[in-house]
């Protein structure tokens, strides 16, 4: 009985993952829009998302140090472009939402899945199997 429960846990897993990830985008716009409603800016606001995201994510750094991959100018270079692009994407997010509700900037989220299949399509990601209807 108590396998059983886990295995349903286990297949449940992904569903929760999904369903939280919701809540907390979510979320964060809804503090978002609260706080710079207050007067705080999108750059404090900004850095504050950031930091607190990464002192969430850093005890990965140690729990997962022996399988990770070494280092490289091309892996940090990487990780640098990610970062500003999800930074000015975050500036240009809340300022948005500065100008309209969290509950549109909320039900835009909604959009990415669409886009993201979108961008697949135009740079051939998705074998052409997927397409066919016959």
Do not use: D
Not at 86 to 92: E, K, M, V, Y
């Amino acid at each position: 009985m108590a396998m059983e429960m886990k295995m349903k846990v286990k297949e449940a897993l992904p569903y929760i993952g999904m369903a939280a990830t919701q809540f907390a985008q979510v979320g964060l716009m809804i503090v978002g829009k609260k706080a710079m409603s207050a007067g705080m800016t999108n750059f404090t606001f900004v850095f504050y998302s950031n930091a607190l995201a990464s002192l969430i994510l850093l005890p990965s750094f140690f729990f997962y140090r022996s399988t990770r991959p070494p280092l490289n100018f091309s892996l940090i270079c990487g990780f640098f472009f990610l970062g500003v692009l999800g930074c000015s994407a975050q500036l240009t997010g809340y300022t948005g939402i500065n100008y309209t509700s969290a509950s549109f900037a909320s039900a835009m989220l909604n959009l990415i899945p669409g886009f993201t299949f979108i961008l697949a399509v135009i740079f051939r990601f998705l074998p052409s199997s997927h397409f066919c209807f016959s």
